[in-house]
């Protein structure tokens, strides 16, 4: 709810602050439990700032993040131990986030020795167990992460994500550095993950069409703002916010004669320390009136399961 997160601009051999970067700015959604909600954007948006904030690897400036109705800022030691069980998370790089003196066995149980003290050999089977689960070979727990493919690495990392069975996980570009078959596989790995295990994934991304088959729903992110939200149909068959449009005719189609125009945005992403004033995707959108300058567009419910910031939205 309203989340906040700046970043102080430090200069000089003083450090004195001399601005802020607003990497989130007052961004409110919610998550279902078991669905996943895909969070898209282009990079410096902020999307990986709200998912640490969410996971509270990250304090938000200000605003409140309730994980089944609990502020998680405001709990105490042992609720916060439980927490950090029930909510994991998921890296982009499957090469900088497994350390390579570790053996894959070290990499996958370590959460198992830090939270549930558990011994070598309780550790080991898990380990065999958790490995199985996302189609490794267990036989070659004793490895290094050198030794597996990117795919493989990255479900060296989903398994350690999963070993103590938590409920959320945020997927912060999990699959983007992967090549597109391989993406699929690790895609579909994560779909079955989360039915037989119940989870809820916030899944981020910068592109649309990575959400497209794993989310339910999906949010658009601009310059530290939530632009649009609608369940992950709708907003492909219908894109109300111009930005939306503009990435989603980015998306090459399987079929030349329903092709669309595709929407070039005018200009780079602006500043985040020195965001434009009014509706902060108005230098560049094509739909863009005198209002949109001064204005802030709200981000309103305009329809079942669908919210748009914007004065002027499409349809
Ligand atoms: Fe474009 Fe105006 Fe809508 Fe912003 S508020 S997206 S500038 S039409
Ligand atoms: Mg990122």
New binding site residues.
């Given amino acids: 709810n309203h989340i906040k997160k700046y970043f102080p601009i430090k200069a000089g051999l003083l450090s004195r602050v001399i601005g802020h970067v607003k990497a989130v700015d007052d961004v409110s959604f919610g998550i279902r439990p078991g669905e996943t909600f895909g969070l898209v954007g282009e990079s410096g948006c902020g999307k990986s700032t709200l998912g640490r904030v969410v996971l509270n690897l990250q304090r938000a400036t200000s605003g409140e993040v309730l994980f089944d109705g609990t502020n998680i800022h405001q709990v105490n030691r042992q609720e916060n131990l439980k927490l950090r069980r029930d909510m994991q998370i998921i890296f982009q790089d499957p090469f900088g986030s497994l350390n390579p003196r570790f053996l894959v066995s070290d990499i996958i149980g370590e959460p198992l020795r830090v939270h549930l003290r558990a011994s070598a050999k309780e550790i080991d089977e898990r380990v065999v167990e958790l490995m199985s689960l996302v189609g490794l070979d267990p036989s070659r727990r004793n490895r290094y992460p050198h030794e597996f493919s990117g795919g493989q690495r990255q479900r060296i990392g989903i398994a350690r994500s999963i070993a103590l069975s938590p409920r959320f996980i945020v997927a912060d570009e999990a699959v983007s550095a992967l090549d597109v078959s391989v993406q699929s596989q690790v895609l579909n790995l994560m779909m079955k993950l989360q039915k037989e295990m119940g989870l809820t994934y916030l899944f981020i991304a910068h592109g649309l069409n990575v959400v497209r088959h794993i989310s339910d729903r999906v949010g658009v992110m601009y310059l530290g703002k939530m632009v649009e939200i609608a369940r992950t149909d709708d907003l492909f068959a219908q894109p109300l916010?111009?930005?939306t449009a503009a990435l989603l005719s980015a998306i090459p189609k399987p079929t030349p004669h329903r092709r669309q125009e595709r929407i070039v945005l005018q200009g780079d992403v602006p500043s985040p320390a020195n965001p434009p004033s009014g509706?902060r995707?108005?230098p560049r959108?094509p739909?863009?009136?005198e209002r949109?300058s001064k204005e802030i567009?709200e981000l309103i419910e305009v329809g079942q399961d669908r919210q748009v910031a914007?004065?002027?939205p499409l349809a």
């Fill in positions: 916010h111009p930005y509706c995707f108005h959108c739909m863009a009136q949109c567009p914007c004065h002027f």
